[in-house]
């Protein structure tokens, strides 16, 4: 079944080897930067949530530049220099010591992100077909995963909020980790220059960012992504650590478990779900994972109303509820990008995979500002009917885009090199 799934090329599969390695750093630092920021530096729940909130803003800034440089020079030119200034930028969490240096860091961080998710699809979309491209990103994301789990379970081995150097040590551990994703593209000179032939004149008059949002399917997929985004990922590093330390009361070991739970639902499962997507409809698995990530949600908030009542239970509940999220995360992590590249021209592909990745940007602004007060009141329950309402939102939406595509676009019909592509289906 691996084997099934890896890309021909072997250069994208050296790319995903680089998404392995990376992720092992960024798991050593996924679900706890705000509790670092507040229990070990000291900064209140209201000023952490804004420096995190911060660092979506200037990406969400940044990730239209990064798009148009990606279409004008190649993705190679704009992923090498982000991936050596996110290495800086994480590697300087380290030295964090008060509010205005958190800002900082999370400013040069920001600006090395802002263009690396957008260059590395770009990259593997070039490396691939229509036909494989689903699987090779849920390939991908499930190596991500793999990667995060191992360095989660490292660092809940390691992190005591008593001893800051255990903090420290593993954001210098998350720095290294950005150079290796370089240098492998640095063994790959042919990989990720420009798609788009001729003169750049020629190619920027093919259109912009503006083309792309009158691609009215595409803006569908788009605000079907914020709101899923905003009351499900966004609320990962806030909003889930934040509700399961201080509502449920479980230890941040606990969280690294969970952690450890999400990945392994995702390494077991991601291979099973991408054979059985194949050949079946895209908007209907997204409006699926809508319904995953509400039903995760309920089951946090029932770890909640346990509490410290049956501490066992409660443990229990936070783990259960990150398995089930990465039980939809796995149908999310295939289709998304294979959708927005199925959308998306050569020409214009750097943008449209500017313009997903801005999802991210801007629920991550939203998610961490407000997760803090609403987690604060009424114990949590807000929060809990929030983010399990944007979910449910989400699988509507999802289900109104099926009628703007075609059936090779939604993935119920497979494309082949001798069949023409069907026309989109009317509205």
Known sequence: MLRRALPRRPEARRMLLGTLLSAVGRGLTLPFLFIYLTDVRGLTDARAGLVIGWYGAVTLALSPLGGTLIDRFGARRVVLPCLLIEAVGTGSLALVDSTASAFLVMTVIAVGSSAIWSGQNTILASLT????????????????????????????????????????????????????????????????????AGPVGERLSAGGYLTVLRDRPFRRLVIFGLVLTTCGY?????????????????????????????????????????????????????????????????????????????????????????????????????????????????????????????????????????????????????????????????????????????????????????SPEPAPTPA
């Open 129 to 196: 077909d229509d036909g494989e491209r689903q699987r090779v990103f849920g390939l991908n994301f499930a190596l991500l995963n793999l990667g995060i789990g191992i360095g989660g379970l490292t660092s809940g081995a390691i992190i005591d909020t008593s001893r800051p150097v255990t903090f420290q040590t593993i954001y210098l551990l998350d720095a290294v980790s950005y150079l290796m994703p370089a240098l492998i593209l640095l063994t790959l000179p042919g990989v990720g220059h420009r798609l788009a």
């Open 234 to 418: 966004a609320q990962i590093e806030v909003g889930f650590a934040a509700y399961a330390v201080r509502v449920v009361e479980v230890s941040p070991r606990v969280v690294a478990w969970a952690l450890a739970g999400n990945t392994v639902m995702i390494v077991l499962a991601q291979l099973l779900v991408i054979r059985r997507m194949e050949g079946r409809s895209r908007t209907a698995a997204l409006a699926v994972v809508g319904a995953v990530f509400a039903l995760a949600w309920l089951v946090l908030g029932a770890a909640g109303v346990v509490g410290t009542s049956n501490a066992l239970l409660a443990a229990l509940g936070v783990v259960a509820c990150s398995a089930i999220f990465g039980f939809g995360e796995t149908l999310l992590s295939p289709v998304m990008p294979a959708l927005t590249n199925a959308l998306a021209t050569d020409e214009l592909r750097g943008r449209y995979n500017a313009m997903s990745s801005m999802i991210f940007g801007i629920s991550g602004v939203i998610g961490p500002v407000t997760a803090g007060p609403l987690i604060g009141a009424a114990d949590g329950k807000i929060w809990v009917i929030a983010v399990v309402s944007g979910c449910l939102i989400a699988s509507l939406v999802a289900l109104s885009l099926r009628r703007l595509l075609n059936p090779t676009q939604d993935g119920r019909q497979l494309l082949t090199p001798s």
